[in-house]
């Protein structure tokens, strides 16, 4: 929102020319989802595409032209967490979890994964501010 004003994109206005009542409860909703993940262990709740229906519901609530990039960017973190060798609770709130086991998380494949979306993340936004 800081940027927002700055670069005059236009975030605000779209923000607070929609429903109010669709804001807040997207707000409610969403901090709610994250305070509940938040006491769960790590690839259990927060990983499973119930989850992922939940957050990119409350995104919709919030802000409609981000739902589609949150749930592309949610759904290739699960993918990404599937990777690991550490299971995936895909269907919470089943116990199974999921993994293909190539890489351990804070290993090699990790950092080239996080940084490699790093530097891509920066180039498509610079790209975006100079287009």
Known sequence: LFLDKIFKIGICDELFSRSMINLIFGLVLFIGLYIFGFFQEHRK???SFMAMLLYSFAIFCIY???FKPFIIGYFSH???DLLNKRKVQLF??????ICFGFCYANKLGNKILMYGGSIVSCVLLLYGFIA
């Open 45 to 47: 709740f927060t990983h």
């Open 78 to 80: 699960i993918i990404i």
């Open 92 to 97: 919470f709130p089943s116990k199974k979890g």
């Open 64 to 66: 409609p032209l981000l």
